[in-house]
């Protein structure tokens, strides 16, 4: 059977009242894996009745199932390649890893990448490859989209990937991001609430829809030029490309994401979007962890290009349970710009 186009099936009888997740491997058996099938629900590639569905979905007797498209094949053990630069490698213990993953790199093999991911160029920091129960992306507790830099982090083993996981479910890991959005974003301090799944006219995109999964972001603009804002956005949840559908939703898409409406400008031609910052509690030792990434040399051309800011102001009290003075210290570092010295007097 080939899931690279549309396949239709009639739930029988026998699997009335089945969850969706564990029906589909009975219903499609050379695609026998779980996880694959809870992937394709989310990623929008599975329907019910002709509508999106959610993994825990009961299916009952005659109920129609559409695989819409899906991955070439069921997930591969990865093969390791080995030229990741360790100086990218941002912390380091016994039991994970945080990462600045570069711009241009995906997380994990998909088609037309099946060995140049970041994952199998981890495979040698990895104590326990065989054993984490997804074999495409072992160890990866969230991830950034292919032109998105930055913090990742990376559990080293089946248990500390498990506690991690746990801890993102309740919020406990907490995401900090960079952006350049277009346009002059007013309120300057805001929070997005929308629901984020695949675009039903474009199945290369998300965007906000009745059906999708719930999505928080929260931003608070540092910096403003006269087509440009930047921002601060600290996520609640991680769907897939949330921000960018977030922003794009507001009509300040990010510079450079073509796919959501954003523009190139001058030699930056990438999205200009960074995973800046990873706090959360180790989960051995208990310890809070803070790491922060270096932008990209390209982002130093932008400053460059743009010049001081029209507007910086001041920023609040604190922000999203965030201390301002250790947030305006670490931007100082980040940007590495005379203009920033306003929000580190502050």
Known sequence: MNLNRERMIRVPPKYAGWRLDRALPELFPEFRSRTFWQRAIRQGLVRLNGKPTRVATVVRAEDTITVDEAPESEPQRVTRIE????ERILYEDAFLLVVNKPVGMVVHPSRGHTEDSLVQSLWPWLSEVERFPDASRPGIVHRLDK????????????EVHER????????????????????VVDPRQATVEAPVGRDPKHRLKMATVWQGRPARTHWIAVAEWDAFSLLWLKLDTGRTHQIRVHLASVAHPLVGDMLYGGSPWQDFNTQAL???????????????VVVNAPLPPAWGTLWRALGR??????????????SSRALAQSFAALVDQPWVQKITES
């Open 309 to 322: 800011p029209s507007r910086l102001d001041p920023l609040p009290v604190s922000w999203q349970g965030l």
């Open 274 to 288: 960074h995973a800046w910052q990873l706090r959360f509690d180790h989960p051995v030792t208990g310890q809070e």
């Open 147 to 158: 032109d998105t830099s930055g913090c990742l982090l990376v559990a080293r083993t089946r």
């Open 83 to 86: 030229h990741f630069d360790p």
């Open 164 to 183: 991690l996981a746990a801890a993102l479910k309740r919020r406990e890991i907490h995401r900090l991001y960079l952006a350049l959005a277009q346009g």
